[in-house]
């Protein structure tokens, strides 16, 4: 008895030194395959019940979101979760996916979109889930829907296919309590913006969103936004910003953003960062060294980006802020001492971003002439014989706003600024992309290939960034900036938000010449584990959910 005591306690000891060890060498293994590991547990002994699942993803690559290296394993998915990762080859499944091939993903999350205008007309959203995209964040540049609450109910009772959150805008807030006023607001008004922040993010936002390029966003100053986000961070939102200049002082506009997260001790982000106009061309590296230096004192910076050479915007925002104050932007320009004010300006931005170049402003649509659609300012005075001159492009800027406005996309970025952003560990991905109906104007290709064009483009092609450490800027960055739990990651227990892609043909389709074109590549994506591409075509599935912040719930 002694005897078979002793031998029991030594082979005690020998497994807890010896399992650990060997689990600690598999995990060293740069991938780790879980159907083939001789130290995975079986799944099915004999005699067990077999375990069954909705649906188990076969053999696929998972890229899990962490930015670790892949693994192959199943994925067993049921009631909308993910039940279990590992070697089910003998469990039931109500639908069995052969993922042999392809690369397993959580579903990405674009904390970027300008979706809202469009997705009561269009649910499906098919430009974003073609991309793999299963969550779509809105409000932001400073607009946003009051009452955030209302919004919100009215989309859950709609049905969509992605899941939505909202952030409120610090512009519709300004304009709700002083129009579209020139100036600091008094203390009464400060004081009466304040609790719409605080409605907003006790109905949901995810934190305060600024547009301070743009009227009226432009007209506050820090200190304006700094009170402003404090009321968000009291609520643990977050504050995300569409900068007040991208280009000639965009360092100083960084600078802007840093102290705005110092002093108002909330988490901050630069959206769809980028350096424009060509004097300032490589300034994204110092824009880099400002968070490196921000971040060592306390500062929670980051920045998501497109990955494009190209924003898009309206026409309106080559007129000076000036001319747009208390909405007198046509009778200013009818009026001729402001006219040729205004025209000075619209010459010194045409010369600063575009190097006096008119074919890099491109027409996106037009309400009053849907015919421009897709043309540049040059094509513009080409046709009606004009010279190409800087003057003639100013003019002609001026008569398409005097016309009503037009959106335009504006090329002014350099390659090498985008391809250092989108290595840089403190930027993630956002298309700043619409929705808009297949063959409807000419708008920016972000809207239909962004997250394809970087696995594309930028992982497989170019080789900057590894394909793991671009699917976290997707998925678990984002959803950890934006406190969305449950989704962002591929591991047992989380949402079943997940994308299924072809690594070897991912690629985005859409151009600047012919935009209405969806990605290829992606073959399934999930949402709450239900499919809504099944085998590169949209079931007609509106799985997507309502997403809330964390105010929402504090205030309960």
Known sequence: MDTWRMTARHALVLCLVLVPLAAASLSAQ?????????GYRAEFATGEQVESYDVVIDGGMIVDGTGNPYFRADVGIRGGTIARIGRLGNAAAGRRIDATGLVVAPGFIDPHTHARGRIFEMPLAESYLLQGITTVIDGNDGGSPLPIGEFLDSLARHRISPNFALYVGHGTIRRAVMGMADRKP???????????????MEEGALGLSTGLAYAP???AETEEIIALARVAAAYGGIYISHM??????????????????????????????????HRQFGQSAQSIELMTEARSRGVDITFDQYPYTASSTGISFLIPRWAHADGRIQENLRNTSARAR???SVLEFIEGRFNNDASKIQLVSCRFDQSLAGKTIADLLKDAGDPLTPEAAA???????????????????AEPDVERLLQSEYGMIGSDGSLTPVGEGSPHPRAYGTYPRVLGRYVRERRILSLEAAVRKMTSFPAQRLGLNGRGLIREGMIADIVVLDPKTIADRATFVEPHQYSVGVRYVMIHGELAIDEGRHTGARPGRVLYGPGKESHR
């Open 217 to 219: 966003g432009y007209y």
């Open 186 to 200: 008094t203390a009464d008004e400060l004081e009466r913006m304040k609790p719409l922040v605080a409605r907003g």
């Open 342 to 344: 205004i025209k000075e």
């Open 395 to 413: 003019e002609k800027v001026i008569e398409l706003q005097e016309n009503g406005g037009c959106g335009a996309i504006f090329h002014s970025f």
């Open 244 to 277: 007040r200049n991208e280009a000639e002082t965009v360092l100083e506009s960084v600078r802007e953003t840093i102290r705005i997260g110092k002093e108002a001790a909330i988490p901050v982000q630069m959206t769809h960062h980028k350096v424009g106009g």
């Open 30 to 38: 740069p991938s780790v395959d879980l159907l083939s590991s001789a």
